[in-house]
């Protein structure tokens, strides 16, 4: 199971800031997360080391979920 919970954790050591349109956008391939950081529609905050953790976590995350929702 998948939980989401709308709001800012003060502890967190690395936060990303998107919307709905730009996730289903991600996970359809109709753009990439880097061009999508590249022209501004993703915002990050945070150190570099936690930002490549974050990544390799969100690259499994949309794995997951192209595959429980057949996108390829």
Partial sequence: NLHYE????????FSISFNKD???QILKNNISG???FMKG???????LSQGLRYIKLF???VKYLQ????FK
């Fill in 22 to 24: 730009i996730l289903i």
């Fill in 6 to 13: 709308k709001g800012v954790n003060p502890k967190a050591l």
């Fill in 59 to 61: 690259r499994i995350f």
């Fill in 34 to 36: 880097t061009d999508a």
């Fill in 41 to 47: 529609k993703i915002n990050v905050e945070g150190s």
């Fill in 67 to 70: 595959k429980k929702n057949g």
